[in-house]
Every structure is written in C-alpha cells, then in structure tokens.
C-alpha cells in the first residue's frame, strides 16, 4: 500500500515538474521571440491609418471602414450590431476562440472545458467586429500610416481570415454575447492554440503588410513593446 501511494506520489511530482517546466519555457519563449522585431517595410507613401489597440490583453486591428480599395460595412454590416447605428469610420477587428468570445464575457465565467479546447486547438473561431467613430491614439492605441499597396494585403490576410457560406459572404454569429452596443461575431477560419493566439494573429497581420512586428507572440504586450520601442 505504501509503495503504491510512493509510486502516486512521484508520478505526480513528475507531473507537476513537467507542467513548471514546460509553462517556464512557453514564458520564456515568448519574452524572448516577441523581443526579436521583423523590419519593417520601408515604402515612400503613406495613404492610410491603421490602428492597433488593446485592452490590456487582446490585440485588435482597426481599419477605416471605406476607402477607394474596400467598403468593409457591405460584409461587416452596422445592422448586425444592436445600435444599428451607421455612423462610424472605423472597424477593429479582432481573431480568436469561439469558446471565449461568446462563452466567456468575464474571466469568472470562464470553464475548464472552454479553456482547454482553446489551449490545444479543440474549438472553432471567430472574428470580432466593433465600430468606432474615432480613434484616440495612447498607450492602448497605436496609429500606423501604410501604403495603398501594404493596406492591399492587409486587406487580403484580413478577408481570407473569414470562413465565408456558399454565396461567399460573411456568416454572421447570432448571439447575446455582445460586448456593447456596436460590436458583433463572424465565423472565421482557424483553430487559437497556445502557439496562435488572437495576439498572434494580430501580429501576422502586421507582417503581411510589411509593418514592425514581433518573430511571434502570444500577449498584446510583445506587439507593443516593438511599437513603444519605435516611437
């Protein structure tokens, strides 16, 4: 009987120090990549403000929501919204998991099941649409002027991000999950996992149009960093 709770015991420990081992070298991993910048892509022109903003742990990109290259409000409709109000001039958009997005409006409702799939890439996403009617640049927000031709393939990463219904357009999420009054849910294409996280996907999303970005990061943190850093 002894020998068996010594045999548990040790197998827990085992455990134990493998879980600490591998959530220091996670952490570690992703100070350090997050540290390593991706240049930018010097181009002479700047058309176009983006954003990035965060809320202190998930990283959104905002786009104006119409220009001479896209209208986004023809898919990313202000009806889908509960104001329905039509009066605004940004988008931010922002990828991750299902689960948390419409399961998860606190961290207190928060359940195992929920945060495991998410973890290791058992749930479907989502894309997360909220309108502004401007934009205030600070701490949480980050104003970024790119080229008509850098905002082109933003514009692509960001399109082929949504899964799309037969007819090829946006499926909207039905839900009572809301943050406010001028956000909705989409359907989107991937699984988040601890290596692609919604700040992950924010962060290609500023390589593929050339833009100063992190090797790779997890955490709204990193992304900021390498702008703080180039102010």
Request: one cysteine or more.
């Amino acid at each position: 009987m002894q020998q068996r709770i010594y045999r548990l015991l040790k197998l827990i420990g085992i455990l134990l120090l493998a879980f600490i081992v591998l959530s220091c070298t996670y952490l570690l991993s992703a100070y350090l990549l997050s540290r390593i910048s991706v240049n930018k892509e010097n181009l002479p022109i700047n058309d176009i403000s983006i954003y990035i903003i965060t809320n202190g742990v998930h990283t959104d990109l905002v786009v104006p929501i119409k220009n001479e290259q896209i209208n986004w409000s023809n898919e990313i409709k202000f009806n889908d919204t509960n104001s329905k109000d039509s009066l605004f001039q940004y988008v931010a958009l922002g990828w991750g998991d299902k689960g948390f997005y419409l399961e998860t409006p606190t961290w207190a409702d928060l359940k195992f099941s929920t945060a495991f799939n998410a973890a290791f890439a058992l749930s479907s996403s989502a894309i997360h649409a909220t309108f502004y009617k401007s934009m205030a640049e600070g701490k949480d927000c980050v104003k970024i002027n790119i080229s008509k031709e850098q905002y082109s393939k933003l514009i692509r990463y960001i399109k082929n991000s949504f899964l799309l219904d037969p007819s090829g357009h946006l499926i909207n999420i039905k839900s009572n999950a809301n943050y406010g009054a001028n956000d909705t849910f989409y359907e989107a294409i991937g699984s988040y996992s601890l290596l692609h996280t919604c700040n992950t996907w924010a962060n290609d999303g500023l390589k593929s149009c050339g833009q100063v970005a992190c090797l790779w990061t997890p955490f709204d943190t990193g992304i900021f960093y390498q702008y703080n850093q180039n102010k």
